[in-house]
């Protein structure tokens, strides 16, 4: 039982609660969630002294703030958004996850108990313990092996004749009054079914093992299907499974021979008239376990088809993992070993990478920041002739007579684990957003006069610092022209020219482009420039007339629709960054098109870093096999659904006078149908400068 610790929320009346949360190690995060809490409390507390004294309840927190269903801890991106005035939004207070994660089990049907003939409260008490393992095992090995059954079958009797013989096989020969505790349930990732049990110190010559008795089979034995499955062994046995390719079975210890053999020899005394069934769960899935497994089975009257393609699969796979195995055999001749003196973490860096970043004045120009020499140079298989270390100075003398020197933490600094984690620690500053967070007060992101950013240059930082944050930033009191307009972003960034121009001006009434958004019809959320090979990184938008009603803007944050989807339906949310999806634009006298994927993640973190969702920019759709065209819309609609989500969805209007500037590689915009005339005013800033202003600033690496 987890310690009771009061909620912080006013609402919940300093309730003690099981499940609750701290506030984040981060401080930016963590003085997020107290301006959205906005307690009284935390005034003028340092926000080392709120993380220590006050907690946050799970009634507060979102089902997608969560890892799954069954799990207990939040995302790194959550925040509080539920029931922070009134507890009335059930999704909060109706999540209680166990605190043992449960297993999963699939249900059999039609499942029927049979009792055993042992029943002594002696062999129950010493059961408890020693057959915990087997019983969890079971559980697994009852999934797998229900898998493979049904996967070789076509026909519904056959299925129910399967899962007949199935269910007198696996039911639970060890039945219980009491479930065990759940502080005795170890977790356990492979299934697999011991035919021995563990002694306990408890145990008497009395306490025989149960065995496993099926029922006598009326019906003609069929073949079972072998199909793979990767699985990884437990944590406890990884290290001997490595070494041995045998079954778990067979991997037991000395200390439980004894046991192996006495239940060996209980079961062959009843073979003559009982048949007994063994189950052999793999650790690893090569073709010698596969004809182990077979050899116990026919030796028993069992049946194993093992499939052609399973075989081939294996030699596939086999051939793979000795490629991958000569390339994890590096030749140590080839690297060079240092020591970090400031964490003592020692890494190898190859001799041909030390080559390549040598700075000396022949091999680099400091004026301009490059290379000076040809990549078809450099001698692959260059080696050190001496190596010096000064203090934390690497001195080399190359086997072709050129000197190097290094320092030892810039080589620390650019490995990729180095780079990994510096881009993790970026992303987390990223507050993922609903309309739940982003309207409650304070706000966190920026908003500043045109006054205050002509004549400050922290009133810039403030700016670019929001939109890598939330993705938005406003910029107030601006006139409503469309000099003034490109004034406040050029304090900023250059603007970028595209087939509108620089600056735009458009309403309903003026209409120089082919483009829906001149119109004064509803515009769903969407991405703009979907269509180009590198889309906008910035859009500036700017409502200069405004004389109708209508017209709120709408901004949803696509990054968070994307996580949300991942956290659903990982397996859509990898098609969406796979399909090759084309946009287009069509003008008289120009026709752009670009194939792209629908989310695009980085290539070394995995996180979302562009959203391309337009649905009224599509071309026709012969970019996509027509097998997986049904998948396709399925997976579009469903990501559409993320984003057109009113939860997601902020509204507000747009005035004259307040300029808005946002991600547009990152937030959806949107517009209410409207009646009356409105004048829009705009430009694009490209992803490239607005990165670039962002890295000087030290706000992105």
Same mark, same amino acid.
């Given at each position: ?9 006013p ?33 003028g ?20 703030d ?11 991106t ?23 994660r ?5 249900q ?16 129950? @008490? ?12 079971? @559980? ?27 269910d007198?096989?696996?039911? =639970? ?15 356990s ?6 035919s ?33 499955? !990767? ?28 046991a192996?053999?006495?239940?060996? !020899? ?6 003559? +008239? ?10 690893e899935?090569t ?13 028993q ?41 400031a964490?003592?973490e ?9 080559? =390549? ?12 920041y490059?290379r ?5 140079d ?7 002739? +001496? ?9 080399? +003398? ?6 190097s ?17 510096c ?26 006069t ?25 910029i ?13 972003v050029?304090? %900023? ?22 483009? @829906? ?48 989807m991942?956290?659903?339906d990982?397996?859509a949310?990898?098609? %969406? ?46 970019s ?15 990501f559409?659904?993320?984003?057109y ?45 607005y ?11």
């Amino acid at each position: 039982m987890q310690k009771l610790r009061a909620c912080c929320v006013p609402c919940c009346n300093r309730e003690k609660q099981e499940l609750v949360h701290k506030f984040p190690a981060d401080n930016e995060r963590a003085e997020q969630w107290v301006k959205i809490l906005n307690v009284a409390d935390f005034e003028g507390l340092p926000i080392d002294n709120i993380r220590k004294r006050f907690f946050v309840c799970t009634r507060h927190f979102r089902d997608s703030d969560y890892k799954n269903k069954a799990s207990r801890c939040i995302n790194i991106t959550a925040v509080p958004s539920l029931n922070l005035k009134e507890l009335t939004d059930a999704e909060g207070l109706q999540r209680i996850p166990p605190v043992v994660r449960p297993e999963i089990v699939h249900q059999l049907p039609h499942r029927t108990s049979y009792p055993t003939a042992v029943a002594a409260s002696t062999i129950r @008490t010493s059961l408890v313990t020693s057959q915990l393992v087997k019983i969890k095992s079971v @559980t697994t090995a009852n999934a797998l092996s229900k898998k493979a059954i049904r996967s070789g079958l076509d026909k519904e009797d056959d299925t129910n004749a399967h899962h007949e013989r199935l269910d007198e096989f696996m039911d =639970d020969p060890f039945p219980t009054k009491s479930p065990l505790p759940a502080s005795a349930a170890a977790p356990s990732t492979t299934g697999v079914w011991r035919s021995t049990r563990r002694q306990s110190p408890t145990d008497t010559p009395a306490a025989k093992m149960p065995k496993l008795i099926s029922q006598p089979q009326t019906k003609p034995k069929e073949p079972i299907v072998l199909q793979r499955v !990767k699985m990884m062994p437990p944590m406890a046995v990884r290290k001997s499974a490595a070494i041995s390719k045998m079954t778990q079975t067979e991997m037991e210890d000395d200390q439980h021979q004894a046991a192996d053999k006495q239940n060996d !020899k209980n079961e062959g005394d009843q073979s003559a +008239t009982i048949s007994t069934t063994k189950v052999l769960a793999l650790l690893e899935c090569t073709p010698e376990n596969l004809q182990k497994l077979r050899r116990k089975l026919e030796e028993q009257g069992g049946i194993l088809d093992l499939n052609e393609r399973l075989w081939q699969t294996l030699d596939d796979e086999t051939e793979d993992d000795k490629a991958m195995g000569a390339a994890k055999d590096t030749d140590s001749t080839q690297f060079l070993t240092i020591k970090s003196a400031a964490t003592d973490e020692t890494v190898r860096v190859s001799y041909v990478w030390l080559r =390549d970043h040598c700075r000396c004045r022949e091999c680099y120009n400091e004026a301009t920041y490059q290379r000076s020499y040809s990549i078809l140079d450099l001698p692959l298989d260059i080696q050190p002739l +001496t190596t010096h270390i000064n203090d934390q100075e690497i001195i080399i +003398t190359w086997n072709d007579g050129h000197q190097s020197s290094y320092n030892v933490e810039e080589i620390l600094e650019n490995r990729i684990e180095a780079y990994q984690k510096c881009q993790e620690e970026r992303r987390a500053q990223m507050i993922l957003w609903d309309r739940d967070v982003i309207t409650a007060k304070p706000v966190g992101y920026a908003s500043v006069t045109l006054n205050d950013l002509l004549c400050e240059d922290e009133m810039m930082n403030r700016i670019v610092a929001s939109l890598v944050t939330y993705g938005f930033a406003f910029i107030t009191k601006v006139p409503p022209n469309q000099q003034s307009t490109e004034m406040a972003v050029k304090r %900023l960034f250059p603007i970028q020219k595209t087939l509108f121009g620089e600056m735009w001006t458009f309403s309903e009434s003026k209409m120089d482009h082919s483009d @829906t958004a001149y119109t004064n019809g509803y515009l769903g959320p969407h991405n703009d420039n979907t269509y180009f090979s590198d889309a906008a990184g910035l859009q500036v938008l700017h409502c200069i007339q405004f004389n109708g009603e209508g017209a709120e803007t709408m901004l949803v944050d696509g990054f968070r629709a994307a996580e949300r989807m991942r956290e659903a339906d990982v397996h859509a949310f990898e098609r %969406l960054c796979s399909y090759p999806l084309e946009a287009e634009y069509i003008e008289e006298d120009k026709h752009h098109r670009h194939v792209a994927p629908v989310i695009r993640c980085n290539s070394i973190t995995q996180t979302v870093e562009q959203i391309r969702f337009n649905p009224a920019d599509r071309a026709a759709l012969k970019s996509i096999p027509s097998e997986s065209v049904p998948q396709f819309y399925a997976d579009y609609q469903r990501f559409a659904r993320e984003v057109y989500s009113k939860e997601l969805e902020w509204k507000f209007q747009l005035t004259p006078g307040t300029v808005l500037i946002f991600d547009n590689w990152r937030l959806l915009h949107g517009r209410m149908a409207y009646r009356g005339k409105r004048v829009m005013t705009g430009c694009y800033v490209a992803r490239t400068e607005y990165q670039s202003v962002a890295r000087k600033m030290g706000l992105i690496e």
